[in-house]
């Protein structure tokens, strides 16, 4: 279980990059497959997709060049901006118009629970994790993993429908704020141990038992 400070969100400044006159959606992670990076860019190529809206890319990783190339190769040069490795990345989260988290598999990743703290709105991929703390409609725009029109479709409603953006925004805040506490989180991790504990007492061994 993943917790955060829901109540001292961190304090970080408006990246400079960022273009008030935009429409700017993040994506924050390593560059790899599993991250679905692919079918976001192609989303954004989408002409249902407002032209304002740009696509940023916060991290680093192996398919760098690909992705740079297909960016290229649709021609969305100033529509889709690889920001790179940035140590300020809960930044671009918290002054983003909207997260994208389009993985294949995902878990819980705190990426996400930084975006619900800073009330960003979140378009995602209907996968584990995210799947069991997110609502379609409700706290979040879920898609299924690997569907460019659905992700098109996600971020043309989120982009120009800004009350839903901020209903979703504010729910999925409700819903998560009491659940992914640091304080419920150590409560989790401290009734594992005594569980554990538990076991071990009962002549079941533990892992340093069996070590």
Not at 54 to 76: H, N
């Amino acid at each position: 279980m993943n917790g955060i400070d829901f109540e001292t969100p961190a304090h970080e400044a408006r990246p400079t990059e960022f273009d008030s006159k935009l429409w700017n959606a993040v994506l924050v992670g390593r560059l790899e497959p599993v991250k679905g990076i692919e079918f976001a860019i192609r989303a954004i190529a989408d002409p249902r997709v407002p032209s304002h809206v740009c696509l940023w890319i916060v991290g680093d990783g192996p398919l760098r060049d690909s992705l740079e190339v297909l960016v290229a190769s649709l021609g969305l040069a100033s529509r889709v901006r690889f920001a790179g490795f940035r140590r300020n990345a809960v930044a671009f989260i918290t002054y983003a118009d909207a997260l994208m988290m389009p993985s294949l598999h995902e878990g819980l990743p705190y990426t996400l629970l930084e975006a619900v703290a800073a009330r960003t709105a979140v378009i995602a991929s209907d996968v584990g994790g995210l799947s069991e703390v997110l609502a379609d409609g409700r706290t979040a725009l879920l898609t299924l993993p690997r569907d460019v029109d659905a992700l098109a479709v996600a971020l043309s409603r989120m982009a120009s429908e800004p009350v839903l953006a901020t209903q979703l925004a504010e729910a999925a805040y409700a819903a998560l704020s009491q659940k992914h506490t640091v304080e419920r989180m150590g409560e989790a991790y401290l009734a594992l141990y005594r569980q554990l504990g538990g076991a071990g007492a009962r002549g079941i061994p533990t892992s340093d038992q069996v070590a």
